[in-house]
């Protein structure tokens, strides 16, 4: 059980805080720059964004393999800065699992309790607790070489929990992974979690695996975070065009539009297109004739509609994914794609009108891509 607490922690790669203190240097020096979250006892926290971004610096950071360049970090109220890895009570798994080719899975596990100098019956009774938690129970006689993939990272991930750490943390440990097996084990490191009550990291490029493992996500940036919350909400609250465009499959669609006042109200407009699409009420004291924004809406939010009321516009691309149909329609020089389950079928050219759900239309400044509220 661990609360984790990070303080404007930044991180720089060759030089040291000493130099930092010295000379200024370029923000973009920094693998991590002013990161500060905190993770509640037992919560499953998913660090979530693009490869090179940071995430394995931080989790590096918290496990003590790296140096913090400035800020602080707790343990619950104890500061880990200068504490030694092995005294932080953290269980680590990372995507090589490097397992010891020439033990078996049982001796593998064992590893770390022998070099503690456990009882060998204690050490019995953790792997027969930890074992059935990732299916490795059956694998206990096998070397590494006999193992797939994601038996490989099952007997990873039962090795960094088998000493009932405080805190786990796992980099990308579903990356290796074919589709199916990592669906599998996705909901199995959920269901461990559950049972063993561990404050869990995840850090993850795949943004289905965070917002479906993970009870709260971190969306990092170039080092930044960009913003924290429930799957839900970065999902349906997106503080910026880069989250709106990182959260979703497909991603919400970004529009540059112009904003048209006329005597039925305000319109979005769309450079070299005819489309027009009605601003929901609730953004009229935000909006003015003429202003330039992004409109954020989700493939989903993007409804067929028969009301010929609409402005008229020719499909670009159809595509049939069986369970659900893919439109793509152009808008200027932007591409709007819009998902549905009816099965509907078309042709390219052919003629279709659009409703855009209002609830679930997002604003971005054309600027700073910052969302309006
Ligand atoms: P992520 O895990 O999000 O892909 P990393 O934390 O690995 O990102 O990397 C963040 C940044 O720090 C990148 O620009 C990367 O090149 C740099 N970096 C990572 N490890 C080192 C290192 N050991 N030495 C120098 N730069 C590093
Ligand atoms: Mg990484």
Redesign the pocket.
Known sequence: MARLTLQNIYKR?EDGPKNFLKKPVKLNDY?VKDLSFACSDRSFIGIL?P???????TLRMIAGLEKITQGKMFIDDVCINDLLPKDRHIGLAFEDYALYPPLSVYENLAFNLKAKGLPVSDIKKAIDRVAPLLKVDELLTMKPSALSGGQKQRVNIARAIIRQPGLLLLDEPLSHLDGKMRQTLRQEIKRMHREIECTTII?THDQIEAMSIADTIIIMKDGELQQIGTPLEVYDDPVSEFVAGFIGEPPMNLLRSVIVKTQGGFFFTFTGSDLQVKVPERYNSVVFDGMKLTLGVRPVDVLITDKASSTPVPVAIYENFGDERRVSIRVGGDHLNLTTVAEVFYRRGDIIHLEFNSEKTHLFNAETSVAIK
């Open positions: 790669y693998a964004g490869s090179g971004c940071g995430k394995s610096t850090v």
